[in-house]
């Protein structure tokens, strides 16, 4: 039978492999839990940093179609590189349907998609495929034009080299709108097990269009 020293120490390499092996990029959100009209199209392009352990920086470009009163179809496009090393790249691409609710303050989205990666070491090099159900809670408060949102995001994702992990993204956002654009404003955390990293995010969007 083991001791606890034992134990303590299966625990500790337990955790440290779970933070070296995660990968996933907490990517800002912009966008909130109301839906769009149909056939409205809405279009957000924005950058991302990040600091912690395997953190990155990088740029998204957002776009929203309205399918019904309560149904957007969602995608999304990023490239980034890991801040810790100059010679890589990650590529990443989603897309899914977003349910809302009649009351426009909850949302639940189920982006599905890919990354392909290049990093130093090729420990999650080649493609990763991605399964991302998020949830999302809005609400207003005193000037109608700004909104904040949290949202919390599941990813499932399968490489070929390192197999099948899971994560948890969560984070808060903030849109501001204006007589013409909106700025969005994000900070992200995930984790697979320990903390292990903070991303902050800005972008920028006209307003929905026909």
Request: include cysteine; aromatic fraction near 14%; proline fraction near 4%.
């Amino acid at each position: 039978m083991k001791g606890p020293s034992s134990l303590i120490i299966v625990l500790i390499t337990t955790l440290m492999g779970m933070v070296f092996s995660n990968c996933t990029t907490a990517l800002p959100e912009f966008q909130n839990a109301a839906s769009l009209a149909p056939r409205e199209h809405h279009i957000a392009i924005g950058g991302f940093s990040g600091s912690g352990l395997n953190a990155s920086t990088g740029g998204i470009a957002v776009c929203n179609y309205g399918l019904t009163q309560q149904l957007d179809f969602t995608s999304n496009l990023s490239a980034s590189r890991l801040n810790i090393e100059q010679n890589n790249i990650r590529i990443t691409t989603l897309a899914g349907p977003k349910w809302s609710s009649a009351s426009n303050t909850w949302a639940l989205s189920a982006p599905i998609g890919l990354s392909y990666s290049r990093t130093f070491n090729d420990v999650d090099g080649g493609y990763t495929y991605l399964l991302t159900p998020t949830l999302y809670k809005s609400w207003k408060y005193g000037n109608p034009n700004n909104t904040s949102t949290f949202f919390a995001r599941s990813e499932f994702a399968y490489n070929y080299i390192r197999g099948r992990w899971y994560s948890i993204v969560g984070g808060y956002s903030q849109e501001i709108m204006t007589n013409q654009f909106i700025h969005y404003l994000s900070v992200s955390g995930s984790t697979n097990g320990p903390f292990y990293g903070v991303y902050f995010g800005y972008g920028l969007s006209l307003k929905a269009l026909r």
